[in-house]
């Protein structure tokens, strides 16, 4: 029976690794409820959960959860024990606390973002959770953790995303971060509409350098060879011109 239960275990979360995008550590919410089960079944639930998951796995609560267990009697001190070893998750009532049920459905909301697994033995809780998709379920049974086979409403999601007629949620994460990238979204029209202001300090050292005067370039000198070769090269004036052409056409005469 232990076989068959980690392979539906097995089974189960893989269905929600590729269909709803969980990756280890597999973080599992759990409320006072479970603490008091496990209690009473002497489970060690910091020992067996890794062991369960064949993973590893984050255990967390809420203010919430343990302010719950504060206000009911003192046969659930052992529970509040138990459940404060684990991490304390922030929620949305710091200041006016609720239900660790009202409590658990809000950190979860309609899709399950931060892919929780949750640890309860509250039926009502539980029939609130199978109504969202991806949410996998943990209770304790016989002395034994047992993790719930995907609800209805999940299964239905997975089809739908098969059909092409939704998207999954790792597919939406995507879309979400190529829109930040290319300031699509909200945050990104945000960013654009905002302009940086300069921040005002101390000017560039290199800005206050003098700059550096430019070498003139430098003609070679001219020797006295090429003066004296110059000045023998002289240009005839028109009045030589007509001299030579009478000289040349008075000897062509005779």
């Avoid at 070893?85 to 922030?90: A, E, K, L, S, T």
């Avoid at 996998?136 to 239905?156: A, C, D, F, H, W």
């Avoid at 800005?207 to 000045?231: I, N």
Wanted: some cysteine; overall charge positive.
């Amino acid at each position: 029976m232990k076989i068959k239960r980690q392979k539906q275990a097995k089974k189960t979360i893989s269905f929600y690794k590729y269909n709803f995008g969980f990756r280890e550590p597999f973080q599992i919410l759990i409320d006072g409820t479970f603490c008091q089960a496990a209690l009473k079944n002497k489970i060690q639930i910091k020992e067996q959960m890794p062991k369960y998951f064949m993973g590893e796995v984050q255990l967390c609560t809420t203010n919430c959860a343990l302010k719950e267990l504060d206000s009911l009697s003192k046969d659930l001190y052992g529970a509040k024990l138990i459940l404060q070893r684990f991490q304390v998750r922030r929620c949305k009532h710091s200041k006016e606390p609720v239900s660790a049920s009202q409590c658990l459905l809000s950190m979860l909301g309609q899709t399950n973002p931060h892919h929780y697994f949750v640890a309860t033995q509250d039926r009502e809780l539980t029939a609130s959770l199978m109504e969202i998709p991806g949410v996998p379920l943990l209770y304790i049974i016989q002395n034994t953790i047992v993790l719930e086979k995907p609800s209805g409403r999940s299964q239905k999601h997975v089809e739908a995303v098969q059909l092409g007629e939704l998207v999954s949620p790792t597919e939406q994460q995507s879309l979400q971060n190529l829109k930040a990238e290319q300031g699509l979204s909200k945050d990104g029209e945000e960013r654009r509409g905002k302009k940086r202001k300069r921040k005002s300090g101390n000017p560039n050292p290199l800005s206050c350098l003098k700059k550096k005067k430019k070498p003139m370039p430098q003609h070679p000198k001219k020797t006295d060879e090429e003066k004296k070769k110059r000045s023998r090269h002289r240009k005839r004036k028109p009045a030589d011109l007509t001299v030579s052409v009478n000289a040349s056409t008075s000897s062509a005469q005779s």
